[in-house]
């Protein structure tokens, strides 16, 4: 698990995508199962992923499996990269 990653991620997230700068998300909080964010956020996350670390999701990833924490999306990052 690369901290450096899921820190990028939850930083993204807190500040851009659910608006509370100061909201501490865990590397293995539920994110997209919780309804912290909803399939519009999703694809905003995915596009955000792809531009800042170069790697490509399918949109088919777009799911609780692959896209529900930090610790699994950092997990995929560092795969990819």
């Known amino acids: 698990m690369n901290n450096e990653t899921i820190q990028v991620l939850a930083a993204h997230i807190a500040t851009h995508i659910i ?28 596009i955000f992923i792809e531009e800042h670390f170069g790697v490509r999701i399918a ?16 997990d995929l990052i560092t795969q990819r990269q």
């Open 59 to 74: 949109d088919t990833e777009l799911n609780p499996e692959t896209f529900d924490t930090l610790a699994q999306l950092a």
């Open 19 to 46: 608006k509370q700068p100061k909201r501490v998300i865990t590397p293995d909080e539920k994110i997209l199962s919780s309804g912290l964010i909803d399939s519009f956020s999703l694809v905003d996350l995915s």
